[in-house]
């Protein structure tokens, strides 16, 4: 993570202090008073950018705020690499035009390709070619390739596709790992993309209505009838592990004192096109199915926090204030046995029950993602009413 | 960004002719797999081998057809520790920095001399894996370099396939990285916590099961037609911990128990390199202690 690079600016004092607090049990005491599951509260509006087909804005009360543009344009579709060698292909091409989104190995006989989509974020003070930026987004399309969803939603016809664009920038300085808001803004943004209307019919070259009012959603608005499925983009939660307790969406503050930061991305499981006749109502907390996309591991910023020295091997103490024994000129300060109340940056990982244990309560039924994509869907639904 | 300095290869893909010769009602499945699920493909590893780095590993692991000499090879050089420029501010930590890059060679699509994005986001994986080894306080003001040259990657040049798993072969290539990587640090002798090694598992599935997914350690991505879900560890055998963690699936929510036990299939891959880092530190070691009886200098 490259925000790791720049000094933690938090004395060891604070973070011995911050550390005892975030992992009391049952209930850890944040610095900001929230609770282990609570997000932070924030302000979204979307369709803010004119020129886009969908764009997204999201606030967090910290002041680190995030814009997403998407831009698509149409593109011809590359035949498959085995196509010149494979004689079987003609074949593969007719049983194209059958059944769409028969599921199972017939997707794979489609030739959707990762490449329709391209993600680039921006973070003001890091350069374009920093490695931290890359993995950041890297592991936002990663989980939007990885639904699957995204790029069926991208074919027009066998010949052609859209190629999506989508811009993520960070207005302000990254207060804190900017991976949520990154991730929600990136979601709104595509909920609220519009494609034109398109007019041509089967393969051939595809001719849209010129009517920016008829366009289409991308992701179809619950309640409104339609062929595909009422699948949701997915979401990025960013989850922390101190001792026992496990926090989301945590802060700077708290991230400078991590034992495990984790990545976990869900995505509402995609319910099957609903018939025409009926009318899909939309999805509370408990009918809601979840699907685990990707977990990634993050470098915790807590690594390179520098070491409290305990009272005993202090030069300044001269080690007699604590009564132990005087200090040594070559002792290294490496070798302090841990103290209470004297920080010292974690070695080594985390054991594979933590790492569950901070997977499963992203998942939970009820849990922190259920009530984000709540909330996001609060956001959707406000913006059609003002359509 | 164009890389402008140097002579470049052809714009856009040139793959060299690849000829039909298995029969054509074979066409989908490019390699069988020959091993049983629960066991890794061979792993060769040494270590010793750039004189001028102060540790340096080479690492082979064999491909899924194995008629031929393709599969895996990495080659890794820690440089350090040594101190950091005097521009730079002070630390009480040393300063990993990990380079991950595939040689313009290494895969059948041309990769170019600057780093792009996924292998810049393979080097920040390494780093993640390897921070929580490297015991970093004993060497406050010093920067360690790690650098892994992908000479050759995963997919061999006959396996045809219309959408390449990058998935399972960026894991796999992590997974080689780490190991490779935490042997070159034990030839450099940098402290650390524990011996680190990578693994991987996938759920696969594949057309005569009758799409009845399985788990498999070590997946080579040719050897299945669908892989449902992958998953990468760095493990620390001794402590039971895990420093890294990749998993990338589609998965159900409820069904976590699937999730439990990929992660546990990684460890158990993971434990396997562990085995033959260990044997060949070992052997490293044992040789070393012959050559200084010769009175041999082993200068480092």
């Not at chain 1, 939970?364 to 959707?380: I, T």
């Not at chain 2, 460890?267 to 009886?293: H, M, P, W, Y």
Request: proline fraction near 8%; charged fraction near 25%; include cysteine.
């Amino acid at each position: 993570m490259a925000t790791n690079q720049q000094q933690v600016l938090i004395s060891p004092a604070e973070l011995a202090y911050l550390h005892a607090s975030l992992s009391l049990s049952p209930e850890p005491i944040r610095p900001d008073g929230r609770s282990s599951t609570q997000f932070r509260p924030l302000v979204a509006e979307t369709d803010i950018l004119p020129g886009t087909n969908g764009s997204a804005r999201i606030c967090f009360a910290d002041g680190s705020e995030a814009i997403v543009g998407v831009k698509v344009e149409v593109e011809k579709t590359k035949p498959k690499a085995g196509a010149m060698i494979n004689p079987e292909e003609g074949k593969e091409e007719k049983g194209d035009t059958g059944v769409e989104g028969g599921g199972g190995f017939d997707d794979d006989k489609k030739n959707y390709s990762n490449d329709w989509v391209e993600l680039a974020v921006d973070i003001p003070g890091h350069r374009d070619d920093d490695p931290g930026t890359a993995f950041l987004g890297n592991m936002i399309l990663e989980a939007l390739l990885e639904d699957g969803e995204l790029v069926k939603r991208l074919r027009i016809n066998s010949r052609f596709h859209w190629k999506m664009y989508l811009d993520v920038l960070l207005i302000s300085q990254p207060l804190s790992y900017p991976l949520p808001l990154l991730s929600l803004t990136t979601h709104l943004a595509l909920l609220s993309t519009r494609l034109p209307c398109l007019i041509s019919e089967g393969d051939e070259d595809p001719m849209f209505d010129d009517d920016w009012a008829a366009s289409t959603n991308l992701y179809p608005p619950r309640g409104e009838k339609s062929k595909l499925s009422t699948s949701r983009p997915p979401i990025t939660l960013l989850v922390m592990s101190v001792g026992h307790s496990i926090l989301f969406d945590p802060t700077y503050e708290e991230l400078a004192v991590a034992d495990a930061v984790l990545a976990v991305s869900v995505s509402e499981e995609p319910t099957k096109p609903v018939p025409q006749d009926t009318i899909a109502t939309p999805k509370q907390a408990k009918d809601r199915a979840l699907r685990l996309l990707s977990i990634r591991s993050i470098d915790p910023p807590s690594r390179i926090t520098p070491p409290g020295v305990p009272n005993g091997l202090n030069p300044a103490t001269n080690g007699e204030v604590a009564g132990l024994q005087p200090k040594h000129a070559e002792a290294r300060t490496a070798e302090v046995p841990a103290t209470e109340g004297v920080w010292k940056a974690p070695r080594g990982g985390v054991s594979r029950s933590v790492l569950s244990a901070m997977v499963f309560k992203a998942l939970e039924k009820g849990g922190v993602a259920d009530e984000v994509l709540d909330g996001l869907q609060g956001v959707e639904m406000a913006s059609e009413i003002l359509e | 960004m164009a890389d402008r300095r140097r002579i470049n290869g052809p714009v856009g893909v040139t793959s060299p002719p690849v000829y039909a010769n298995h029969t054509p009602g074979k066409a989908q499945k490019d390699t069988v797999q020959q091993r049983p699920d629960n066991t890794l493909r061979q792993i060769f590893l040494k270590t010793g081998i750039t004189p001028s780095a102060s540790g340096s590993a080479y690492l082979e692991v064999t491909g899924p057809s194995t008629n031929g000499p393709s599969g895996l090879k990495l080659n890794c050089t820690v440089h350090g520790p040594r101190s950091l420029a005097k521009s730079t501010p002070f630390t009480p930590y040393t300063t990993l920095t990990t380079h991950v890059k595939y040689a313009p060679f290494a895969t059948r699509q041309r990769r170019g001399y600057l780093r792009d994005s996924s292998e810049k986001d393979l080097g920040v994986h390494l780093e993640t894996a390897l921070r929580g080894v490297i015991i970093a306080d004993r060497w406050p003001k010093s920067g360690v370099d790690i650098i892994v040259t992908v000479l050759e990657g995963d997919q061999p040049r006959e396996v045809f396939k219309g959408t390449p798993d990058e998935g399972i072969d960026a894991m796999n290539v992590l997974s080689g990285c780490i190991t490779v990587a935490s042997a070159a640090i034990a030839d450099a002798g940098i402290d650390c916590v524990d011996m680190v090694a990578g693994g991987v598992a996938a759920l696969v599935a594949s057309e005569e099961d009758k799409g009845e997914p399985r788990f498999v350690l070590d997946p080579a991505p040719s050897e299945h037609d669908k892989i449902l879900a992958g998953c990468c560890v760095a493990y620390l055998p001794s402590r039971d911990e895990i420093t890294n963690l990749w998993y990338k699936g589609q998965t159900s929510g409820n069904d976590t128990l699937l999730y439990t036990q990929l992660v546990e299939k990684a460890v158990q891959a993971s434990r396997g390199a562990n085995k033959v880092l260990v044997d060949t530190l070992k052997e490293g070691v044992t040789e070393a202690g012959k050559q200084s009886k010769g009175s041999m200098e082993v200068d480092r």
